[in-house]
Each structure stands twice: as structure tokens, then as C-alpha cells.
């Protein structure tokens, strides 16, 4: 049985429900997501409520774990990368800390938002053996930019479940094409793949008729798993992996 759009949002839901733990631990409450790092540990959010206010935080591990693996972020490019991640979500940067404030109300959208902050940052700065000090996020930039393909950085659009989906790009319609939607995916793990899943399942009604989809994939060091594209050609997702990026520049360009 094929599956529709909102049937993938509610099982997407329903998964995260059944698989997220939380702990107290003195003011704080630990809350441990199915989402895993580099390191195949799940990652954990940090609540502390005040008054009505909640501050939730990864507790600097992040940027953390970056710096303590040997990626340098802080040049002015990479600077500006990470802030550009963070910031079409709405999140915050302390020192090596991400956060955000919430209430009550829109708890559920802030915890999402800084998943989604913590999900990016590592997934685009996570350093390769071969190429010491490049992230996948600016190669598809300069490719974009080397083809003379117009687009709009890092778009932020609310889907149906009242979520809102950061896009790497958004290539504006023409005569010949309609919108173009692109993620940057330097890992493109299970969890990565299930995120973007639910963000396209999550906004395509709500774009213009004909919108389509693409996810860049790194497959610089590794082979990309065959389930990961066929999942996303399950759901009209086009896949271009990163060694055969060029065969996309005819939907892209034009």
C-alpha cells in the first residue's frame, strides 16, 4: 500500500513519540531524541524551565564535539555558514551553545527548530578524512554559483503540521521550470533521510503546483545506501549525488 503524504507525517510523529526518553536531572530535564550524532549517540536536549518561560540547549555539545574533532568553524566563511544555519530557525548561539527561549505555546515548534539546528550543524561541518576543512554546504554553493544557477539561501516555509523546514536553496520558478527546493546532506544517514522525508511531506501541499524537490548527497569517502534513494525517490524527491552533480544542471539552470 502506497502511503500518503500525511500518512508519513503522522507515523514520522508517532515515531518520535514512542522513541523520545526523558530524565530529570537537577533543574533540568534531559530529554533524549531517537536523532543520532557522528557518533552514533543519541542526541539530548536540555530543558530548564523559568516561570512560564522554558530555555532548552544542547549544553554546548555541538560545537563542542566539532572543535574537539578538529574542525575549525570560526574563519569568517565558516562564521557565516553557521550562523546562517542557525539563524533561519530562529536559533542562538552563547559561546559553544545552542539554544532557544520558548513558552508553553510553542514549545513543540522551539524544540524542533533547535533539533533541526543541532541536526544541520553537525551534518554540515562534520570534517572529512580527504578533505581536511571542507564543508558540503559551501561545495554546493560554489557549484550553484560556477553554473550560474539563481537561488535564494537558507528559506524557512511552515508545513502542515505547524513545523517550520529550513531550505539550503530555493531556485525561484521560470518559463520553463517551476520551484526547485534543495537540501545539502553531508551524511545522509537514516535519521537524515526520515527529517527530510517529513520536511517535504511536511510543506509540499503548501508550495506552488509543481514544486519539486532536490537533496544533494555526499558520496565523496562513502557509497550512498541504495534504501536511502530509493526512499527518497518514493517520494518525488530527486537525488543527485555529489560525483554526479553535473547531470542536474539542465533542471537547475534553466
Not at 508519513?8 to 508517532?14: E, K, Q, S
Not at 524544540?111 to 578533505?131: E, G, P
Request: hydrophobic share 40%.
Amino acid at each position: 500500500m502506497k502511503l500518503k503524504g500525511t500518512d508519513f507525517i503522522d507515523i514520522y510523529l508517532n515515531w518520535l513519540r514512542e522513541n523520545i526518553t526523558t530524565t530529570e536531572i537537577q533543574d533540568y530535564t534531559e530529554i533524549t531524541t531517537p536523532f543520532l550524532d557522528n557518533h552514533n549517540d543519541h542526541i539530548q536536549i536540555y530543558v530548564k524551565q523559568e516561570n512560564n518561560n522554558f530555555i532548552l540547549t544542547d549544553d554546548g555539545y555541538i560545537i563542542g564535539d566539532l572543535l574537539m574533532s578538529g574542525c575549525e568553524i570560526n574563519s569568517v566563511r565558516r562564521k557565516e555558514l553557521l550562523d546562517a544555519i542557525i539563524n533561519s530557525v530562529g536559533v542562538k548561539q552563547k559561546n559553544d551553545e545552542l539554544f532557544v527561549e520558548a513558552t508553553l505555546e510553542n514549545f513543540a515548534q522551539k524544540k524542533h527548530m533547535l533539533m533541526q539546528a543541532m541536526l544541520s550543524v553537525s551534518d554540515m561541518f562534520m570534517l572529512s578524512q580527504h578533505r581536511v576543512m571542507s564543508v558540503f554546504l559551501e561545495d554546493v554553493e560554489n557549484f550553484l554559483n560556477s553554473n550560474e544557477i539563481r537561488y535564494t539561501p537558507s528559506a524557512i516555509f511552515s508545513g502542515k503540521s505547524g513545523f517550520s523546514h529550513t531550505i539550503d536553496f530555493v531556485i525561484p520558478a521560470s518559463k520553463k521550470q517551476p520551484e526547485r527546493l534543495i537540501k545539502a546532506i553531508n551524511n545522509p544517514t537514516k535519521d537524515r533521510t526520515q527529517n527530510i522525508l517529513f520536511s517535504w511531506s511536511d510543506i509540499r501541499d503548501f508550495r506552488k503546483q509543481g514544486t519539486s524537490m532536490f537533496v544533494f548527497l555526499n558520496d565523496y569517502e562513502k557509497e550512498v545506501r541504495p534504501d536511502v534513494l530509493a526512499a527518497f525517490k518514493e517520494y518525488n524527491i530527486s537525488p543527485v549525488l555529489w560525483s554526479k552533480r553535473q547531470s542536474s544542471v539542465p533542471q537547475l539552470a534553466s
